[in-house]
């Protein structure tokens, strides 16, 4: 009797640990920014989104910060979230503030890490909060493919799963980058130059290209299987040269922390960052 028992538990495990359409079987490795790659698994990638306006004076705290951030570190996604009397204002913040602040105003600057996360003050001596959320090994992961011509933009957003997830939700950003306009700033970088006069303003939120909290996805979401969602929309009115155009795609799960992000300029083909 036990030796048919322990038989059982040999095939058992054999079974579990067998080869099928992925490398990779329901392990989930560490999250350590230093975990080396392993095969069949992504490139993660931290999200910032930084909510901030041209009037507001220190909000190139956080600007400086990410910058910094960048400087340190390639696996960064960034938002600039404008509000205010500010020329750049995205008029679809409010239910983002009523996710991240329900009971407070928004009072800038603000910042946060896989959407959720806050990002500790004094930012620009914290840049390890946010590289700490990076990493090698992603159960998930996305490319994108793109094009925009006559006033029109056609976006591939290509979703692969190397872990099973259930109730993801997409979130699909239209940015845009290189817009010159003067900048408030009430701190000691950018050599404390007050206002900064002409000032570039990248990954600038100009629409959400889905539900701003994310659209449910009810395809298969099961390791070794991959998806696409298509988005055929024209050129918003908003923007002041096509040219600039970038995109913004990234998964969230029930607790709407960003499970992994993706950046990508318009006219790119991008392939998956999947570890060989």
């Not at 095969?39 to 600007?63: A, H, P, Q």
């Not at 960048?70 to 600039?80: C, E, F, H, L, P």
């Not at 409010?94 to 928004?106: G, R």
């Not at 404390?192 to 298969?220: C, F, K, Q, W």
Request: charge should be negative.
């Amino acid at each position: 009797m036990k030796k048919s028992f322990y038989l059982s538990l040999f095939f058992l495990s054999a079974l579990l640990t067998s080869c099928g359409d992925t490398n990779v079987v329901e392990n989930i490795p560490a999250g350590n920014v230093d975990t080396p790659p392993i095969s069949g698994y992504f490139k993660k990638r931290v999200l910032i989104e930084d909510y901030t306006g041209t009037w507001c004076g220190n909000c190139t705290r956080v600007s400086y910060a990410i910058e910094q951030v960048k400087a340190q570190n390639d696996k960064v996604v960034t938002v600039a979230i404008h509000n205010g009397n500010d020329p750049f204002h995205f008029a679809g913040i409010a239910p983002l503030k009523n996710l991240i602040l329900p009971n407070s105003p928004l009072a800038l600057p603000v910042s946060r890490l896989n959407r959720m996360k806050v990002w500790t003050f004094p930012e620009p001596t914290n840049t390890q909060e946010a590289i700490d959320l990076t990493g090698n090994n992603s159960g998930l992961g996305l490319a994108m493919n793109s094009t925009v011509e006559n006033g029109m933009i056609n976006l591939d957003v290509n979703i692969k799963f190397a872990l099973n997830y259930s109730n993801l939700k997409l979130v699909v950003y239209l940015l845009e980058d290189s817009l010159v306009y003067m900048q408030s700033n009430y701190t000691t970088y950018y050599e404390s130059v007050n206002p900064i006069p002409a000032y570039t303003h990248n990954h600038v939120l100009r629409t959400s290209m889905t539900n701003i909290l994310g659209d449910p996805i009810a395809e298969n979401t099961t390791a070794g299987s991959s998806i696409t969602k298509n988005f055929t929309i024209p050129v918003p009115t908003n923007i002041a040269n096509a040219a600039n155009i970038n995109f913004v795609a990234f998964l969230i799960g029930e607790d709407n922390i960003a499970i992994n992000a993706r950046g990508s300029h318009a006219n790119e083909n991008q392939e998956f960052e999947e570890n060989p």
